[in-house]
């Protein structure tokens, strides 16, 4: 079946520290993984992606791991700020090549000052 | 560029009524999803429309129904409002809409049913 869980509902940091937040798929066709950051009020917007053919990705202060071994892939955000304060969600485009996307339930991430 | 755009931005209707929501897809982007959020559900995918077909859809009664213009714009009308579809409706838009390609979203529109 298809379903994209994470792990943790709310992730409380301190300003400056490291956050991971972690999600699990179950669909081991999944060869595509998006993960997309939420502020109140607004639609999700596009963090990072990675592709089943690498097992990390980095942008800017973000990095994505994947490991398909037990379907697992995590979100690390370096030297978190206020301003990442937010739900982040992953999602998977599953086995259908088509737009559709499959999203875990999401992680509230609340930075502390 | 224009990212995605939603209108309305908020919306309350009444139980029975239908109301049609809007999404303007980036320029040149040819495919629009539409999503349905929910605090208990999370976001569940209602149905794609590539090139003015509808390519995918989700596990929604055919209350829930949509369509793509031309231009790549999309409508959605919900028919016989029930108080359980007061949500946040977000339409995503790509260019090509494969499962390995970037999809931009809108504001969403905030429906309420009462």
């Known amino acids: 079946g298809e379903n994209v869980g994470l792990h943790l509902p709310t992730l409380s940091v301190q300003e400056g520290d490291n956050s991971i937040i972690n999600c699990a798929y179950s669909?081991?066709?999944?060869?595509?993984f998006i993960w997309y950051k939420q502020e109140s009020g607004k639609g999700p917007q596009f963090i990072i992606d990675?592709?089943?053919?690498?097992d990390k990705r980095q942008g800017q202060r973000v990095t994505v791991l994947l490991n398909k071994t037990v379907k697992h892939l995590s979100l690390q955000i370096a030297a978190t700020q206020p301003g990442d304060s937010a739900v982040y969600f992953c999602?998977?485009?599953?086995?259908?090549?088509?737009?559709?996307?499959?999203f875990g339930q999401g992680t509230t991430l609340q930075v502390k000052p | 560029k224009a990212g995605v755009t939603q209108t309305p931005r908020y919306l309350i209707k009444t139980r029975g009524q239908q109301v049609t929501l809007s999404c303007s897809p980036i320029?040149?982007?040819?495919?629009v999803s539409w999503y349905q959020q929910t605090p208990g559900q999370g976001l569940q995918f209602l149905f794609e429309?590539?090139?003015?077909?509808?390519?995918n859809k989700g596990n929604f009664p055919g209350r829930f129904s949509g369509r793509q213009f031309s231009n790549s714009r999309s409508e959605m009308n919900v028919s016989t409002l029930e108080l359980g579809d007061s949500a946040l409706y977000l339409c995503?838009?790509?260019?090509?809409?494969?499962?390995?390609?970037?999809?931009?979203f809108g504001q969403g529109t905030r429906l309420t049913v009462v």
């Open positions: 429309y590539f090139s003015e077909t509808q390519r």
């Open positions: 995503a838009s790509s260019f090509r809409g494969r499962r390995d390609t970037e999809a931009f």
């Open positions: 990675i592709r089943s053919n690498m």
């Open positions: 669909n081991s066709a999944s060869d595509y």
């Open positions: 999602a998977e485009n599953g086995s259908s090549n088509t737009g559709k996307l499959i």
């Open positions: 320029s040149g982007h040819r495919s």
